[in-house]
């Protein structure tokens, strides 16, 4: 009797990973029009100094308007792009779309200011990357110190020396580089003081372990204290509560990110607070 119940979970287990394994089939080749159908939009999320409250870039991050399922996340389809590859083009289009964009609000009148830009591994393995930095920079008129890309320590999995070669190279561009999701991969501290690079972002998961509950900051002071020896500066991902602004200013984290501030807002209300901060003091931290 066990046995039989046991082989049918394993069938409908089965059944299910078949079925999650033709959704994302589906997912893929949706994927692949979207590019062509131009169903994906930017967000731009605020970054803040801790210090004077103003904000100093955004990033953008990527979204996706599926006809019929409606928006599907990024976490859900940035996986799916990487393995099919689709995240070249679906990159380019990220990288040109911002560059565009933050031009286009440069020209409008409004404080310059850095856009930072999700670079996938794959990407970051293309031998035309620079290129095409180079040419996206070129043909949108932005100034490359206005760039800013971010990538992630998995970056370097397959040859580090490579990887280092490539960031030097986006280095003499004059480009800047930040380490996103730090503390959550496997790079080396040895790897790290060799690579050129100007900030790294903590980890939203252990900005989240300092909630007003568990006030757990040990990490994140561990790696403020780390990057600034290394002359590094130091964002935060996933600000939410007072508590954990409160904690970081503190400990003399530079810059914030997070729903505290603003979520991702699409252009036209991002544009909204740069308008905002134009007419106001330019001062959104109390
Ligand atoms: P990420 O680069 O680490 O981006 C930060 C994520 O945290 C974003 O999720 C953002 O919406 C979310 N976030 C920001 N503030 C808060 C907060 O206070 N609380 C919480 N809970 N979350 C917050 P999103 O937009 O869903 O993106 C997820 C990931 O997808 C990104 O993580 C990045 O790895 C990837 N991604 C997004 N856009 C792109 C892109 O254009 N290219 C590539 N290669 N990856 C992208
Ligand atoms: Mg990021
Ligand atoms: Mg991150
Ligand atoms: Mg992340």
């Given amino acids: 009797h066990a046995k ?9 287990f089965e059944a299910a990973m078949n079925t999650r394994a033709s959704e994302r089939l589906l997912l893929a080749g949706d994927l692949r029009k979207a590019v062509e159908r131009e169903e994906f939009f930017l967000c731009y999320q605020p970054q803040v100094c801790l210090n004077t409250g103003r904000i100093t870039g955004m990033e953008a991050l990527v979204r996706w308007r599926h006809p019929d399922r409606g928006l599907v996340s990024p976490a859900e389809f940035i996986p799916l792009a990487e393995e099919t590859k689709l995240i070249l083009p679906i990159g ?11 031009k286009a609000w440069q020209m409008a009148g409004y404080q310059p200011m850095r856009v930072a830009v999700n670079l996938s591994a794959c990407q970051f393995g293309q031998p035309n990357l620079v290129a095409m930095i180079k040419k996206i920079l070129a043909d ?7 760039l800013n890309l971010e990538i992630t320590e998995s970056i370097t999995m397959n040859n580090v020396e490579r990887a280092i070669a490539t960031m030097h190279e986006i280095n003499e561009l004059g480009i800047g580089i930040s380490i996103d999701d730090f503390g959550t991969g496997y790079s080396s501290l040895n790897y790290l003081k060799k690579f050129p ?4 972002k903590i980890d939203q998961s252990f900005v989240r372990d300092m909630s007003d509950l568990h006030h ?3 990490i994140p002071t561990a790696i403020i204290a780390m990057a600034h020896s290394l002359n590094l500066k130091v964002v935060a991902e996933g600000v939410e509560t007072e508590v954990q602004q409160q904690m970081l200013r503190e400990r003399g984290c530079d810059e914030m990110q997070g729903y505290l501030i603003s ?4 252009s036209d209300e991002f544009e909204r607070l740069l308008h905002s ?4 003091e330019q001062t959104i931290v109390n």
């Fill in 4 to 12: 039989r119940s046991g082989r049918n979970h394993y069938q409908l």
């Fill in 92 to 102: 380019e289009w990220v990288l040109r779309t911002a560059c565009r964009q933050n």
């Fill in 140 to 146: 949108t008129g932005l100034e490359p110190r206005y």
């Fill in 197 to 200: 690079i100007q900030t790294l």
């Fill in 216 to 218: 757990d900051a040990a």
């Fill in 263 to 266: 979520r991702p807002l699409p």
């Fill in 277 to 280: 901060m134009m007419t106001a």
